[in-house]
């Protein structure tokens, strides 16, 4: 018996000692669970109330309003117009398929839009609302809401797409907007907005960030699925920033239009005192609405595909040898080298340098010439004295004096350089060294010298205005932020000419265009008071040969058309007190003083019947009539 007892005794110490540490572990565990449920309901519970809030509330931003582009007057050059979207919502729509057969018959669908609707539909939740169709007339707007009961989810939003009212006159200067690429991303979360604009070309991209704005925001309430419940709070953007440009669009658009018969041309009017760009085109020209609304890939291929390079601001970029434009050049290089404007040069129509014969562009020859008549007969062989004289270093360091083989800054995207050849630019890019019969060519603005047609207008701007450094730019201010006009004319640097180079160059000019002997004569301004000074230029495109030359030279007319000299020309008015410069290159136009002067001079004399100076202030070249 007590052996029975012993061992229930042990059974039930046993027991007892397990039930001890079985609840030892629930109390420990217990507490364990206790303690993080305090941690996690007192301790975290403000962390946790902001997290629960930030689910329920989701932050969303809003395009701001970009600003407009205004010409100096104030008429708009781009612009915000309401447009009408169509979306569809899956969820609402009983069959996708058959709605979109239903919208079909009211707008265009095919079957590329039919694609891309069904793949964002894929990949969307089914309560996301998915583009259709955008820029809707109202007319189909209409129609849509007669039909809405046939149109189960579809839905009308207005939104704002840019409109530019001058389309090809301003599409090289004003540029356009598209879509946000990869490479377009900095971090700024409204660049992700679906469907957001920024500038792609011109004006739009050059001021991007100002004529952006800022986004606003809206504070809706957002069930566990993401679907919108109620709107919170909402705050309007800042719209952009008003760009008001030196364009005259009044005189931009007499420009073009005179442009317009020429295959291929450019032409810059300026300011000379301010170098407010009043006027600058090319044409062939594009319409920058193409590119806002996305062009087809065979509009596209059309535009890059086209030998008339529509897409090329051909004012800024466009490169050409300045052919006789750049005799006024070598003329101030030759005076600040103490080459007298009187001193004379005979010209037999030639020259010869060692076994070769260079031509003047007058076969019998101008017989003796000084820097005057050289100018006003547009004298090859007196160059080619002078830069035998000079040597290309000095050429060349006038030549970057006046605006030629750099960017002149202008505030447009792809301006490009231009050249100024020299001996080191040979040895180092062709390896060859320097040749003397280069050295006269490159006199009378042919060889390897490129100017683009803004350049041309620099170069005829610093020497009308004494020979101030003026930057030209199209941007005159930007609403609240600077003046652009005043900041520019405060920032030009003297250029160190003397007033006898500059009224000798100005005179010669003068009688370029209003002396019967002036290549221009036939092309000068009737209107007194009016008058211009100009010079005229002839850029070959092809080399002449010795047996072409010995029995007559084809002329530019009977030639293909890709064959034919370019014409040029640059000019200035009024000749009695100049302010407004210009240059006008036509791409294989044949002689500047028959082709590019009537052109100049119908610019000028537009120029000067606008006159948005109002009473035109002094010259600054009255102090050099003292």
Not at 235 to 248: A, S, Y
Request: net charge neutral; glycine share 10%.
């Amino acid at each position: 018996m007590s052996r029975a007892r012993t061992e229930e005794q042990n059974r039930q110490k046993s027991f007892t000692r397990r039930a001890l540490l079985l609840g030892g572990a629930k109390v420990g565990l217990l507490s364990v669970l206790g303690a993080r449920l305090y941690y996690l309901q007192v301790i975290e519970a403000e962390r946790y109330r902001m997290l629960a809030e930030d689910n329920r509330i989701s932050m969303r931003l809003s395009a701001p309003r970009r600003g407009r582009i205004v010409d100096r007057d104030g008429v708009p050059l781009a612009v915000n117009r309401q447009n009408y979207q169509v979306h569809l919502v899956a969820e609402q729509a009983r069959n996708v398929d058959e709605t979109l057969n239903a919208l079909a018959r009211i707008i265009p669908l095919d079957n590329e839009d039919r694609a891309r609707i069904k793949r964002e539909l894929s990949g969307r939740r089914s309560f996301v609302p998915v583009r259709v169709k955008e820029n809707l007339t109202w007319d189909q707007v209409s129609r849509i809401a007669v039909n809405s009961v046939e149109l189960p989810g579809v839905v009308v939003e207005a939104g704002q797409s840019r409109h530019y009212p001058y389309g090809p006159t301003l599409a090289h200067i004003v540029g356009y907007v598209g879509a946000v690429s990869e490479q377009d991303l900095t971090g700024d979360p409204v660049l992700e907005l679906p469907g957001f604009r920024i500038g792609k070309n011109g004006i739009e991209k050059v001021h991007d960030e100002a004529l952006r704005g800022r986004a606003g925001n809206t504070q809706v309430e957002v069930n566990a699925v993401g679907r919108v419940m109620q709107q919170i709070s909402r705050v309007e953007g800042e719209p952009g920033h008003e760009v008001e440009l030196t364009l005259d669009m009044g005189l931009q658009n007499y420009v073009h239009q005179r442009l317009i018969g020429e295959r291929s041309a450019s032409a810059v009017v300026m300011d000379a005192v301010t170098g407010s760009v009043m006027a600058l085109a090319s044409v062939p020209s594009y319409d920058p609405s193409a590119f806002t609304r996305g062009l087809s890939s065979d509009e596209w291929r059309s535009l890059i595909e086209d030998p008339l390079a529509p897409l090329t601001n051909k004012a800024i970029s466009g490169q050409y040898a300045p052919g006789s434009t750049f005799k006024m050049v070598v003329s101030l290089a030759a005076m600040e080298n103490h080459i007298g404007p009187q001193e004379e040069v005979y010209c037999p129509g030639h020259m010869d340098l060692g076994n070769h014969r260079f031509h003047c562009w007058k076969r019998g020859g101008h017989g003796r010439m000084d820097m005057y008549n050289a100018i006003r007969q547009s004298c090859d062989v007196y160059y080619y004295e002078m830069s035998k004289r000079l040597g290309i270093d000095a050429i060349a360091s006038m030549a970057r004096r006046m605006g030629f083989g750099q960017t002149v800054g202008i505030d447009l995207p792809g301006e490009r350089s231009g050249l100024v050849p020299t001996e080191d630019w040979k040895l180092a890019n062709i390896g060859e060294r320097w040749q003397g019969g280069e050295t006269l060519i490159q006199a009378i603005g042919q060889g390897y010298m490129l100017a683009t047609p803004l350049q041309l207008a620099v170069m005829t701007a610093r020497l009308v205005n004494g020979g101030k450094a003026i930057r030209p730019h199209v941007t005159r201010r930007i609403e609240g932020v600077k003046n652009v006009t005043e900041q520019v004319r405060e920032e030009s640097p003297d250029l160190g000419l003397l007033p006898l180079q500059v009224r000798s160059v100005l005179d010669a000019m003068d009688a370029v265009c209003n002396t019967q002997r002036g290549t221009a004569y036939s092309a000068r301004i009737h209107l007194p008071g009016w008058e211009m000074g100009g010079k005229t230029g002839t850029s070959q495109v092809r080399r002449i040969s010795a047996s072409e030359r010995a029995s007559g030279i084809v002329r530019n007319e009977d030639l293909p058309w890709r064959r034919r000299d370019h014409a040029l020309f640059v000019g200035y008015a009024p000749v009695q007190d100049p302010r407004y410069v210009c240059s006008v290159v036509v791409e294989h136009g044949g002689g500047g003083g028959s082709v590019a002067a009537p052109i100049a001079r119908d610019l000028l004399i537009e120029t000067q019947r606008r006159d948005p100076m109002g009473i035109m202030p002094p010259s600054p070249l009255a102090s050099l009539e003292e």
